[in-house]
């Protein structure tokens, strides 16, 4: 691997963006359930909670970067980047649609017959129609988090690998900054799978679906933000 002795961490987000959310979310919810029992499933359980449609609000801004850095693909060091990142905004669109079954919480309109025939909750997804578009989408994020978000750039600092800003590889792989949230995305299920729910004591046996998948959409922000940062100051300093 290609690396220089010095450091880019002047083009990086600021540490309390990517730091921050790691414990906040998980530590807000908590401490509501804690507080209240009733005010936690007022405010944050079901599709209407404030975890589900935050998912959603944080997802547009990561949408916009992606946006961005198809929209530069002449600068970019390599033209199968912006492949890449159209790839990413089309996933953010498809999650962002999803967790708002395309609209449906907001303006309640009736499920089609098409889809109240074949979903699970009788909503407009296609994520409660099969384990193909769920389960199995949300497996291959917990491994990409742990091995691309967190095992790789522990791996980067023990070994000093540090890319030059106009890098395919500063652009691609998740650096420094994204290991707080994809921990979070890749171990928040272990006690789930190891004890099982029913087994945690209340309150920190939390919606882990719900909140798992915010920090999935907190992820991509935060990846892909850094990246459209590096992006822009290297330019700013050729």
Excluded at 23 to 44: D, H, K, M, N
Excluded at 179 to 192: A, F, M, N, R, Y
Excluded at 201 to 207: D, R, V, W
């Amino acid at each position: 691997m290609d690396h220089i002795n010095s450091s880019t961490q002047k083009y990086e987000l600021p540490w309390w963006i990517w730091i921050l959310p790691a414990p906040l979310f998980v530590g807000f919810q908590i401490a509501v359930r804690g507080y209240s029992p009733e005010l936690a499933r007022a405010l944050l359980a079901g599709e209407g909670g404030w975890y589900e449609n935050l998912t959603v609000i944080i997802l547009f801004p990561a949408i916009y970067f992606a946006v961005r850095l198809v929209l530069d693909h002449k600068k970019l060091p390599a033209r199968w980047l912006s492949c890449w990142y159209a790839l990413l905004g089309l996933a953010c669109v498809y999650f962002a649609g999803e967790e708002a079954s395309w609209g449906q919480h907001w303006f309640g309109w009736e499920t089609p017959e098409w889809f109240g025939e074949r979903n699970d909750q009788g909503e407009t997804n296609f994520h409660n129609m099969s384990s193909w578009f769920d389960q199995k989408p949300r497996l291959i994020v917990e491994l990409s988090a742990i091995f691309a978000g967190v095992i790789f750039p522990i791996y980067r600092r023990r070994k000093k690998i540090i890319y030059k800003v106009n890098q395919w590889q500063s652009y691609f792989w998740p650096a420094w900054v994204c290991l707080p949230v994809s921990l979070v995305v890749g171990i928040i299920k272990l006690p789930d799978r190891i004890i099982g729910t029913h087994n945690i004591p209340y309150p920190f046996n939390i919606g882990v679906s719900e909140t798992q998948e915010l920090y999935v959409a907190i992820g991509f922000l935060i990846y892909l933000a850094s990246v459209w940062v590096r992006h822009k100051r290297g330019m700013d300093n050729r």
